[in-house]
């Protein structure tokens, strides 16, 4: 089923099954679309721009970028139009403030579920911060969280900010403009999640980490799980869904989780389990029928494979081994947050992206071979190969309801 009608441009005629938005090298951006024959075309967007993610309705897109400013290293979130020509700055760092969170990541960017305000985390002078922005240019930079590290989680319907920051949890009002303490010791945890009405988070406990989840109406919570090690959440996907549970094998949680479990935090049912580690990601389908997940494959030369498995864990399909990329290892570290924002499925869940290389590319890019990583297409079923798009570091989804051009 086509994602998009055929406009104008190299596919006009066919249809379009297939749309991602890839950054290349130092930030060179291009659209590639898929006909319905299985060829791609490229459509060149902007010559520079990390971590690109289209507005909900695919009109517009933010990238993060980081460069020299005479002799000051500076770093901005830019707003762009669907042909990739700059509309505004929507953050830009501090003259004497940090330009990077980290290599490659200038900030973390995130549209809202509207599309009506943009929330960034940055690096400021005195800590990592998270501001507000407003994508047609009444506000810009509203700082309304610090701490680190920082995450933070929208709302279905935008009202909500759910901030986790440092040892606290937040509860930001967006129409409010009111910010509300919910705990003071959310630890082992990374992203809130909102589901059933409610936010699951965790806290610290004697022996590792409680589950939580408040019911955000009637402004009362309950223990749900505990855990000897710290826990990675998500939605299972969809609109409700059950709350999906990936604990962490050790300390780290950026590194080999021990399995998945799944519950409905506003029901009696006993946590059911999902499918066992190891594996370092996890990313739903938009449906919520199908996870992917990011597994190593025990080679010892660090390739990873995904493995997709149902909801109720049978497994499905894999790919073969590939090496990530740099950008999608940050993906990989820090899942629960960008796949909410940087999509790797298809909108209709047939297919996912990966970034980076096969054995036969190779050897990997921590050695500065200066060989290219690349964008690999996968449709999600047994037996299907890894399908290259060409070159690229980070590669991510169109929304099914944005404009082909």
């Known amino acids: 089923m086509p994602l998009r009608q055929p406009g104008p441009g190299p596919c006009n005629g066919r249809a379009l099954t297939a749309e991602l938005i890839i950054s290349e090298g130092v930030g060179r951006l291009r659209r590639a679309i898929r006909s319905d024959h299985g060829s791609w075309a490229d459509v060149p967007l902007a010559a520079e721009g990390l971590w690109p ?15 020299t400013r005479g002799k000051d290293v500076r770093s901005a979130v830019r707003l762009l139009d669907g042909d990739g020509r700059a509309i505004r700055d929507l953050y830009v760092s501090a003259a004497d403030g940090p330009a990077v969170i980290a290599p490659r990541v200038p900030q973390y960017a995130r549209w809202s579920p509207g599309g009506d305000m943009v929330s960034i985390v940055a690096a400021a002078a005195d800590s ?8 047609e240019g009444v ?5 309304i969280a610090r701490g680190a590290p920082i995450f933070h989680t929208w709302s279905d319907d935008g009202r909500f900010l759910a901030i986790h920051a440092g040892a606290e949890l937040l509860l930001y009002r967006v129409a409010e403009r009111e910010t509300v303490l919910l705990a003071s010791e959310a630890v082992g945890f990374r992203a809130p999640v909102f589901v059933s009405g409610g936010l699951a988070y965790c806290i610290a406990a004697a022996d590792g980490v409680t589950l939580v989840w408040r019911d955000l109406d009637a402004s009362e919570s309950h223990s749900l799980a505990s855990y000897p090690a710290g826990a990675v959440l998500q939605r299972r996907g969809g609109p409700g869904g059950e709350l999906a549970v990936s604990v962490a094998a050790g300390e780290d949680m950026a590194g080999s989780l021990g399995g998945m479990w799944a519950l409905d935090p506003g029901g009696t049912a006993r946590p059911r389990l999902i499918v066992r580690g190891p594996f370092n990601a996890a990313a739903w389908s ?42 999608m290892r940050t993906f990989m570290s820090f899942f629960d947050q960008y796949a909410g924002s940087h999509p790797v499925w298809s909108p209709d869940g047939s297919a996912l992206v990966v970034c980076g290389r096969l054995p036969g590319d190779g050897v990997a890019w921590s050695f500065a071979d200066q060989q290219r990583d690349y964008v690999w297409y996968w449709s999600a079923h047994r037996g299907s190969p890894l399908e290259m798009v060409g070159a690229g570091d980070a590669a991510f989804f169109a929304p099914e309801n944005g404009n082909a051009r």
């Not at 993610?53 to 460069?67: F, K, N, Q």
């Not at 506000?139 to 700082?143: G, S």
């Open 128 to 135: 990592l911060s998270l501001y507000l922005s407003d994508p």
């Open 286 to 327: 938009p449906a919520g029928d199908k996870v992917a997940l990011i597994v190593p494959t025990q080679i010892g030369d660090g390739r990873f494979a995904v493995n997709v498995h149902d909801a109720d864990g049978r497994f499905d399909s894999a790919t073969e081994g590939f090496v990530p990329s740099q950008d």
């Open 53 to 67: 993610s289209w507005s909900p309705d695919g009109a517009r897109l933010i990238v993060t970028w980081a460069g």
């Open 139 to 143: 506000f810009t930079a509203d700082r």
